[in-house]
């Protein structure tokens, strides 16, 4: 697949731990321009401005306002009102484990496929790899870190190895439980002068790894929106129309990628593992 991926785009897979990512961006900001804990109540705009309400009762005012606040995102309650996401009906639970150079030595990166659940794992630097995986499972089903991870070793002890050794080697209060959620895709965002990135302008399960990606492009876009006019809402406009398209597609294709990787009927199972050893 890494081969696959140079081939088509000239440029190597690399696997970066989010934190470390984070770490880099903050350090690319001036100092203060970031400020953390202020947590946004409401949002409302004119055609002067957009004025943001605060949970300490402070407000901040602008010409734009950027909904980047997630899955729960409350500017996209202000905008849309289309409720809460939905539950997929999958859960993902993720790690990251240090390697000993015998268990690095057998490790393959890439994704397993069973009935309906998954297993994947990619390689980290500093002799670490990173491992996800996601079972059909109802959203209540859930327990302490080592209920957690006990529950992980039962369902996946005759998977192929090293899978049940990774398990093993992670640290319980290192798994991360997250149900997953989507939203049906928006067929026109909103504008105005308030606009929407990331998980909340298009929620969508993990199935594809894009839900940074498309996030990233977002911001890439609206960037080119903004510098090319002095108009925050025609800028607004033209990003929608640019991103609203293809962040939809990219939600159906997750959801559908997500349906096929989780089939449970042995031979709808079967079915689907003939086709995939003939591509």
Known sequence: MAEKVLARFDAPTVVVHRGLLQTILLA????????????????AQDAEGVTVNLADGSTE???????????????????????????????AWRGIVPLDRSLADRLRPGESWGRGCLFGVAMLGGSQAYWWASARIDERVGGSPAEEKAAMERRFRIWHEPIPELIDATLEQAIVRSCQYDRPPL????????????????????????GACQAIEDAAALGDALGATSDVTMALRAYGARRAPHAAAVVRRSHRAARLAHLRHPAAVAARDAFLRLR
């Open 61 to 91: 005012h602008g010409d734009l306002v950027v909904g980047a606040d997630g899955l729960h995102s409350q500017v996209r309650t202000v905008l849309v009102g289309d409720g809460p996401p939905r539950y997929s009906g999958y859960t």
């Open 187 to 210: 067929r026109r965002w909103p504008a105005g002068r308030v606009g929407l990135v990331g998980d909340a302008a298009h929620p969508m399960l993990a199935s594809l790894g894009q």
């Open 28 to 43: 690319a900001l001036d100092q203060h321009v970031l400020r953390l804990g202020a947590r946004c109540v409401g949002v």
